[in-house]
Structures are given as structure tokens and as C-alpha cells.
């Protein structure tokens, strides 16, 4: 079975402070996703990433930053944490054409 | 813009019952949909995906119907039980691109 592993399952961090989220596949997929996700608003795509050094924005990318520089790794940066960016975080996976794989999940408290 | 919606948003039905959830999306050219599933606090559990060549998967008590020229999904439920209380998501991805389009989700109690 595909494995997405997320780093922490939770997280407490001050505002302002630089936060690493880190997603490990272990599948060799070329495609992985970071979302949010929060009550009412459902998941929104972050960032994501078709191979290693690339990356493309999603739909909220503002206050994020990313980095792939092994397939089989994708970090998530917070540049300077803030309280609207409590929430879950989600981690994904996938080849080409077939179906998402998810982590699951760090809850992000920024206080 | 693909839209999808999941109708109801919540269900509760006893044990046992079979059950229905339905998804419909706007814009059917889409490569395939994935039913997932939620725990409270946890992260997504792929239950079924369907190829949009396909009409249906089954995975033991669940069954997965697809139909790409109505933009209708439903996710049939057997014999439900306690356990498969969680919130539902379905999510549609689009030809040529590498992106899901997720359900606005249905939350479902069995209730013993």
C-alpha cells in the first residue's frame, strides 16, 4: 500500500515564527499536494508539484511557500506563522491519472 | 469552474440500513472520481475510484456508481453499521490536469 506520512499530527507554534510541515511518499509518485482544511470551507489546494524542483501555485497559496527537492519529499513552509493559519493540513500523493493518496493530517494551532 | 455538490450533507439512519449518497458534478470531462472517507481529526481514506471508462466499483459492502454524462456519482452503503460513521467526500478529477475537485461532503451516523 502507498504511504503518505506527515511529520507531526500536531502542532503548536507562536505567531510569527518560521513552521516546516513535511509529507514523505513512498511510491515514487511524480504529483503531490498540500491542502487546508477547515470547517465550512473544505479542502483548498495550497501548492503542488509535478517533480522534484517544481511547483505551482493552487487556489490559497498567499503566506505559503514550498520546497521538493527529493520525489519522494514535499515541505510546506509558513514563512512567518499568523492565527488564520490555524487549521489542518493535508498531505497527498498520486501517479499520473489514478487516484489521490492522503496523510493524515497535522493540526496546526498557531497561537 | 467543476463544481460538485453532495447531497444530503448529513444522514442518520440505524443499523443495518443500506444506504445511499449521492454526488453530481458540472462539467463531465473528468478523468475519474474517488469516493474518500474522513474520521473527525484525521486525514482522507481512499474507499473507491472510478476510472471514467467505468460504470461502477465495489468494494466489499460499498459500491460505486458512475455516471459521466449526467454528472452523477452514488456511493451505496450495505448493511450499515456503527463503524462506517464518518463524513463521506467525494472528489472528481479533471482530464489533463493533476487537480481534485472535492464535494462539499455528507456526514453520516449509524446510529446502533
Known amino acids: 500500500d502507498v504511504k503518505v506520512t506527515q511529520s507531526s499530527r500536531y502542532l503548536v507554534k507562536r505567531t510569527g515564527e518560521k513552521v516546516f510541515l513535511e509529507c514523505v511518499q513512498d511510491m515514487d509518485h511524480e504529483n503531490m499536494f498540500w491542502y487546508r482544511q477547515d470547517p465550512g470551507l473544505g479542502l483548498r489546494l495550497i501548492y503542488f508539484s509535478y517533480d522534484v524542483k517544481m511547483k505551482e501555485k493552487g487556489d490559497i497559496p498567499e503566506g505559503y511557500s514550498v520546497s521538493r527537492e527529493k520525489k519522494e519529499r514535499f515541505s510546506l513552509i509558513l514563512e512567518s506563522a499568523s492565527t488564520n493559519q490555524t487549521s489542518m493540513y493535508l498531505c497527498?500523493?498520486?501517479?499520473?491519472?489514478?487516484?489521490?493518496?492522503f496523510g493524515s493530517g497535522t493540526r496546526l494551532t498557531v497561537v | 469552474k467543476q463544481e460538485v455538490t453532495q447531497i444530503p450533507a448529513a444522514l442518520s439512519v440505524p443499523e443495518g440500513e443500506n444506504l445511499v449518497l449521492n454526488c453530481s458534478f458540472t462539467?463531465?470531462?473528468?478523468?475519474?472520481l474517488q469516493w474518500f472517507r474522513q474520521d473527525p481529526g484525521k486525514g482522507l481514506t481512499s474507499l473507491l475510484l472510478?476510472?471514467?471508462?467505468?460504470r461502477e466499483q465495489t468494494s466489499g459492502r460499498l459500491n460505486a456508481s458512475l455516471d459521466k454524462s449526467s454528472g452523477r456519482s452514488t456511493l451505496y452503503i450495505a448493511a450499515s453499521q456503527p463503524g462506517d460513521s464518518a463524513t463521506y467526500l467525494c472528489a472528481v478529477r479533471r482530464g489533463g490536469a493533476n487537480n481534485l475537485f472535492f464535494g462539499t461532503g455528507t456526514r453520516l451516523t449509524v446510529i446502533p
Open positions: 472510478i476510472q471514467s471508462s467505468q
Open positions: 497527498a500523493s498520486t501517479p499520473s491519472y489514478y487516484g489521490y493518496t
Open positions: 462539467d463531465s470531462a473528468i478523468y475519474n
